[in-house]
């Protein structure tokens, strides 16, 4: 089976473009997560969806991101417009069941640089 | 609030050494998950074990053991006889009342394992 699919797996931009990053979640899996990683802040939660519905954007660091979940197989993650501090990777996650219970399917990450 | 401490922020053992990975927790509910995982080179993040707080059994699993330990608040984890392909980072991270909005990441720490 194929596992959590991201799109793309390096993005370059320029400051104040817009940025869309892409996720297939494993078929099945009920939960949708997306994460930030950096040197200084680690691993932080973005957002998280239920059967496609948005249930806690709380980590979601200002109104320039945005995440959507139009079906069961796709989720997007949005800046706009992007700047130098969003540079991170971004991981979208899966699971069958709550991600605080169970376990998580990693994607392989979009590694954002925004010049 | 809870927290997780990895202390260790990079480990460096040579092949077929044994090493623990310490990961100390914070929280003040009873009903908790701790998990581990392991970041390889590639990027994405994957599920090595989860245990809930109800469950103080050690696990082994081949090469890999956990120490649960209620009473230091401790989830470490052991590989032994090291290998380079064991060469990642690892993260132990918690959840409280297995929520996904409660799950929080350690700092992980970087195991090198040379030849």
């Known amino acids: 089976d194929a596992g959590v699919i991201q799109s793309p797996r390096h993005e370059v931009t320029e400051m104040g473009q817009e940025v869309t990053l892409r996720c297939k979640p494993i078929s099945g899996h009920d939960y949708l997560f997306w994460y930030r990683q950096t040197m200084m802040r680690g691993l932080e939660l973005l957002i998280y969806?239920?059967?496609?519905?948005?249930?806690?954007d709380s980590g979601m660091p200002e109104d320039r991101f945005s995440a959507k979940m139009p079906n069961a197989s796709f989720s997007t993650l949005k800046i706009q417009p992007s700047e130098p501090r969003d540079s991170a990777v971004y991981f979208c996650?899966?699971?069958?069941?709550?991600?605080?219970?169970?376990?998580?399917?990693f994607g392989s990450g979009t590694q954002l640089s925004v010049l | 609030a809870q927290k997780v401490t990895q202390a260790q922020t990079e480990i460096s053992v040579v092949e077929k050494e044994d090493v623990t990975l310490d990961c100390v927790y914070e929280?003040?509910?009873?009903?908790?998950?701790l998990f581990w995982y392991k970041q390889p080179p590639s990027g994405e993040l994957v599920f090595l074990i989860r245990r809930n707080s109800f469950d103080e059994q050690n696990e082994i699993s081949g090469r890999y053991s956990w120490n649960f330990q209620k009473s230091t608040s401790s989830f470490n984890f052991t590989i032994t006889a090291s290998q380079v392909v064991d060469s990642a980072v690892y993260f132990c991270a918690l959840s409280v009342a297995g929520s996904a909005r409660q799950l929080t990441f350690g700092s992980g720490t970087q195991l090198t394992v040379l030849p």
């Open positions: 929280t003040r509910d009873t009903t908790y998950y």
């Open positions: 996650a899966s699971s069958l069941g709550d991600g605080g219970r169970e376990k998580l399917f």
């Open positions: 969806f239920n059967n496609n519905v948005p249930i806690d």
